[in-house]
């Protein structure tokens, strides 16, 4: 079982990835929620499928408090918040109450948001169901909400006391979304982790099938990646965004899309083809391309759909991570070499994003 | 013309006290909107009364979109806030954008609120038109809307970059508003400032006559006091619940009261005078407890209405403040000596509550 830290302004994150861990869960993480009233939010499908896993996580809690959102990005709107912290003042939650967020990145996203702005700020403990969230969504403590038309364009900082990642559950996932969540993967190994990219290259096949004992390496080299960018930069201001490696098309794409067609994790793909083909028409070596190209191959994504490149270069240019002075791009210039730059031709862009559409494994 | 700073996790608030400030604001809170999209927050009467005053404050921004609240705490609403919120995504908000709330008290937690969650945050410049807002409500962080039926119980700490204070902008206050803040001020004065205290004593006619000469020394020092607790404390994990001064029974009153008949420094006011005499009850000295009542009696509050005692002790027990291990009491045990503490028999609250009603000034 894997422990790591994650220090930021507020305080630490305790984050713990394994199999089996929902089952038994860590005595540190057990004391957060002892004596507490604890709300237990979660979603129809996840209940579904794992109602009692938290069992033993809330055992010591005062009271568990229940609440439900919806399945997917749709429970992450206003509507729902408003409507969760009125049970949550109805039930009487005080400033030391805890919020748990047991399910996927939406959800994750939504409970952080609730109990960032529950009385300013309650305590959130993520158990993130899926792959994406286990890696990426659930630690570093960006939260949000979705307004119509924009994408977590409401939301906070707010890290979590504790992450629990329990591979365990992703045998439950399906395929897709065990897809999704490895590009997140990948995209972190890529430019931070070379280790870990081999080692997702050399297990593919097993990772993909969900086998735990091969899953919590993998989990935790991408959460080890993600916590040292946070911690570096915990507000966003400038090294944090190297994270965002493929999402400025991929976010592109996903918004023309309406978020139907492809999972995020499937755009992102698309987004880090792209960066890496950008990355080497200005000069960067091929060896990163080449490999993501043949490492993303191996995914069996679903194809790109026809999409207008004018569209797409007009919302790259809204795009939520753009300041006023212009789109950051995060361009590989070699396998663990990112570079943070603005200094892009917009030209140049409109060029080779014609050329990736017609055909994005060129 | 006062200059105050306030150091907080994120970083540090530039504090402005003084007459005339919006007509020549100070070079670094211009620089801080230059070249941004700047929202401007403002209410319909605050437009009426002072519309043209922020213009040289924000002459610089590359372009200034105006957005309108209600007056008074029906703005402080979920609903207002994601009206806010789209209109500022529809108007091409970015993450280095600016809001500057230029209101009373609702306006500031509103604007903060709203500036706090946008795009996981942008800064806020807050200028207060309210002497409660100058003294309090604006400086420290603190940010909230209402849920129906509970007050505050949405919102984060995001320290504004900001607080221009022009008490200039005090002269078109009604007295009632004035006196409101000025309890604030007392607050403060009371127990962290006994020179602030004999100031405010001794010129007590000119402060409600709204002299800008007297108002800014008295301002300048309530927020020095206010500084100093926040940033001794800024997440109130303790001490800053001295602020906390007089507001248990004074909540407990608005609730009862559905926000009508006392403004809200009107009924912590009383709140003050509740939390003397229990300190008293208890063994304190009387000196605190007989200035505030003649300082407070100068100030010509509307009389207590007939409250329910039972009603309002099950209200203190449902604040937002309390936890799960119950209410903390800020009691004076002298002037300037203020005393956080949870052990106090409720026995006592009880009948001291029951005399108090009948008579506040006994």
Chains 1, 2 share one sequence.
Request: with cysteine; net charge negative.
């Amino acid at each position: 079982m894997g422990a790591l830290e994650l220090r930021h302004p507020g305080g630490t994150t305790e984050i713990r990835v394994g199999p089996g861990l929902l089952g038994d869960p860590p005595e540190p993480v057990v004391r957060r929620l002892a004596g507490r009233t604890v709300f237990l939010l979660s979603t129809p499908r996840v209940r579904e499928l794992w109602g009692e896993a938290p069992g033993p996580l809330v055992a010591g809690a005062r009271r568990v408090v229940e609440l439900s959102a919806e399945d997917g990005e749709g429970a992450k709107s206003l509507a729902t918040a408003g409507r969760l912290w009125e049970e949550m003042i109805a039930a009487g939650g005080k400033r030391d109450s805890r919020l748990v967020a047991f399910g996927g990145g939406s959800l994750n996203d939504l409970g952080g948001f609730v109990a960032g702005c529950f009385l300013r700020g309650i305590e959130v403990v993520q158990v993130p169901t899926t792959l994406l969230a286990q890696v990426d969504a659930a630690i570093g403590g960006k939260t949000a909400i979705d307004l119509p038309g924009a994408k977590n364009s409401v939301g906070l900082f707010h890290h979590p006391g504790a992450v629990l990642a329990d591979v365990s559950l992703l045998e439950t996932l399906p395929p897709g979304e065990l897809r999704s969540g490895l590009v997140e993967a990948i995209k972190m190994a890529s430019l931070l982790d070379l280790d870990l990219l081999e080692r997702i290259e050399a297990d593919l096949g097993a990772i993909l099938a969900a086998d735990p004992e091969v899953l919590a390496p993998v989990v935790e080299g991408a959460a080890r990646a993600k916590v040292r960018v946070v911690e570096a930069d915990p507000g966003e201001a400038g090294w944090r965004r190297v994270l965002n490696f493929g999402h400025t098309l991929g976010h592109a794409i996903e918004t023309a899309l309406g978020y139907r067609e492809l999972r995020h994790g499937e755009a992102v793909a698309y987004g880090m083809l792209f960066a890496a083909r950008l990355a080497v028409a200005r000069g960067g070596d091929r060896e990163l391309a080449e490999r993501l190209r043949r490492l993303l191959g191996r995914l069996e994504l679903p194809e790109l759909p026809v999409l207008d490149p004018p569209a797409l270069l007009s919302l790259m240019g809204r795009d939520k991570k753009a300041s006023e002075k212009g789109l950051v791009w995060v361009l590989p210039a070699g396998p663990g070499r990112p570079e943070l730059t603005r200094d892009v031709d917009p030209g140049l862009v409109a060029r080779e994003l014609a050329g990736f559409l017609r055909d994005p494994w060129g």
